[in-house]
């Protein structure tokens, strides 16, 4: 340091601090950046017709997207009816009862299953459901997301669980509450709001990922609300039209974007405005 | 006597949804090698050095597509590690703490966009740009160096890694942030108190504690890289070429899946597709083994 004349010093300092506000200033303009193009190419594409009338060929105008919306929320449903047992209970298991070596295995595990690349999802669900099924459906798609999303759960369920301070549990065992009714009313009914928040981040999560359903759900042009049969949903339908030649369906999979992109938005800010006040995470 | 069987019904039942959690990754692990058991026999090692990818004729070799995917994902964390360090410092260290608050929420919503979005925004906005702006001038100035030789055709290796660097710098720069939080304001007091600069703190107090957790960051951006589907498959090209230059389209092994599962038709074609999710689901644990280790080490020592 003392071969370095201070104003050399000065002037490092004030370039590198420079760079560092430099780069936040360009993570901020680049998400301003992506969602304005989505606002600006995709809001035209909104209107009635867009939620309620199924997609027409390409060279006809009007045509809406209601089988992939329905097909989305039907997917997300399967995958949350599935997910959302397995993940607070198992976060119920781990906070409670974990202080074992096993519970160690099952935190390592649903870190594991959290790094789980979601293409390799896609294939997983493909040989467990699709394979037996002879076909694609949108079980399969469901059960595909349903693996993305037990993890997080799981791990958002124990820490919010584990938050809740000692005392209150004590409080219950010493009226005499058996400890399995203090741990589903009590210390759950405590930590209820944080793990809604934590099961919507997971929804919104999943509601986004495209990999695990493009051969487990599939696609279909009509209206479908079979869980045996394949399925549309929002976000394959933005690849296939995005990937499509023709302008208007690529003006088809803006329109999809903007709606996907502000129910997301919409969820984790929510959420996060939520657990602040509640809870400042 | 009711109390206690109530008791252990809750225990069994959440130990019960627990183990599920085991099994469902024992039954990943045994079905990924099982469904590419074939193409294991069928081409041993040879699977991972050869270059062909031949459904007509049955040869499958992964070289190109784990050459697409290392080498898009490095692209990508050569472009968000500094930014990423820049983000961290500026949350941790230099933001006063209302645009602290609103920066970490806009960079959370980076992480929150879907992936398919930054695919749709790569494949119709930045290709083009890229195409028509960026690649014309690197060629011009740069053009002597072998990465930046070549028709600028914007869909190829630098638009993946451009699109990945994006997607990872919310990872990063959020745990990054995290770890600097974590260390102790004494010893950055004890750093000004004989004179240092801000930078200087940042760099001879901060980064040393806060190194094991840096490096664990960085592992888990780079291993969300590899494992990243749609973003990619839309703007690299997805061309099986193995070329110097950034320009030139390429291929991942997330994307070959995407592309070819529902196409192929041959058993041992589906089962080396199903190899090449075995390839990526253990590159991605390793990453994220260490990567974890390596973070949860950062935030004990500090």
């Given amino acids: ?281 | 006597m009711g109390t206690r069987f109530g008791d252990r019904i809750i225990k069994l039942l959440s130990l019960l949804f627990a183990s599920i959690i085991i099994l469902l990754i024992a039954g990943i692990i045994y079905e990924l090698i099982s469904g590419s058991a074939r193409s294991l026999s069928t081409f041993g090692w040879r699977f991972l050095v050869t270059s062909t990818w031949d459904p007509v004729s049955k040869v499958f070799g992964a070289l190109p597509f784990i050459f697409g995917t290392v080498v898009s994902s490095f692209i990508a964390l050569c472009i968000a590690l500094p930014l990423s360090m820049g983000i961290a410092i500026f949350l941790s260290e230099l933001a006063p703490k209302k645009v602290r608050v609103y920066v970490s929420l806009m960079i959370e919503m980076l992480a929150a966009v879907p992936s398919i979005i930054y695919g749709l925004w790569g494949l119709f906005v930045m290709t083009p740009f890229l195409q028509v702006h960026v690649e014309p001038f690197l060629g011009r100035y740069l053009g002597f160096i072998p990465l930046f030789q070549g028709p600028p055709v914007g869909v190829g290796m630098l638009a993946g890694g451009l699109i990945l660097s994006i997607m990872i710098i919310p990872t990063i720069a959020s745990i990054t942030r995290d770890i600097f939080n974590t260390i102790p304001t004494l010893s950055k007091e004890a750093g000004y108190a004989i004179g240092m600069t801000r930078w200087e703190v940042i760099a001879k107090v901060v980064f040393p504690q806060a190194r094991s957790g840096m490096v664990g960051a960085i592992m888990l951006g780079f291993g969300r890289a590899l494992g990243e589907t749609m973003a990619i498959t839309m703007v690299i090209g997805n061309a099986p070429a193995i070329s110097a230059s950034l320009f030139s389209p390429a291929y991942t092994l997330s994307s070959v899946i995407a592309n070819e599962f529902t196409e192929a038709t041959s058993k041992i074609y589906i089962s080396s597709l199903i190899e090449l999710a075995l390839l990526l689901f253990i590159i991605s644990m390793i990453f994220n083994a260490i990567a974890k280790l390596l973070i949860r080490k950062g935030r004990f020592s500090a």
Avoid at chain 1, 234 to 260: E, H, K, R
């Fill in chain 1, 1 to 281: 340091m003392n071969s370095m004349s201070y104003l050399k010093r000065r002037i490092v300092n004030r370039t590198m601090l420079l760079l560092s506000y430099g780069s936040a200033v360009l993570g901020v303009a680049v998400l301003f950046l992506i969602l304005s193009y989505i606002v600006v190419k995709g809001m035209s594409s909104i209107n009635l017709d867009f939620f309620i009338k199924l997609p027409k060929p390409t060279g006809e105008t009007g045509g809406g997207i209601a089988n992939a919306i329905v097909g989305s929320f039907i997917v997300v449903g399967i995958a949350s009816v599935i997910a959302i047992p397995v993940g607070v209970m198992s976060g119920i298991y781990l906070s409670e009862f974990g202080k074992n070596r096993f519970a160690s295995l099952v935190r390592y595990f649903a870190d594991v299953m959290n790094g789980i690349p979601s293409i390799v999802t896609g294939i997983v669900a493909y040989v467990f459901v699709v394979v037996p099924m002879h076909r694609f459906s949108a079980l399969a798609g469901g059960i595909a997301l349903s693996i993305m999303m037990i993890p997080i759960i799981t791990r958002t369920s124990e820490e919010l669980i584990r938050m809740v301070p000692d005392t209150i549990r004590e409080a219950g065992l010493a009226l005499g509450i058996p400890q399995w009714k203090v741990i589903m009313f009590v210390v759950l009914r405590t930590a209820s709001t944080g793990i809604v928040t934590g099961i919507m981040l997971a929804v919104a999560r999943v509601g986004g990922e495209t990999a695990p359903l493009l051969f487990t759900a599939f696609n279909n042009s009509f209206m479908s609300l079979r869980l045996d049969q394949p399925i549309s949903t929002m976000t394959v339908l933005i690849y296939n039209y995005a990937s499509s030649p023709y302008p208007d369906w690529n003006t088809i999979a803006w329109g999809t974007a903007f709606l996907l992109i502000v129910i997301v938005l919409i969820v984790n800010i929510v959420s996060k405005v939520f657990t602040n006040t509640k809870y400042s995470l």
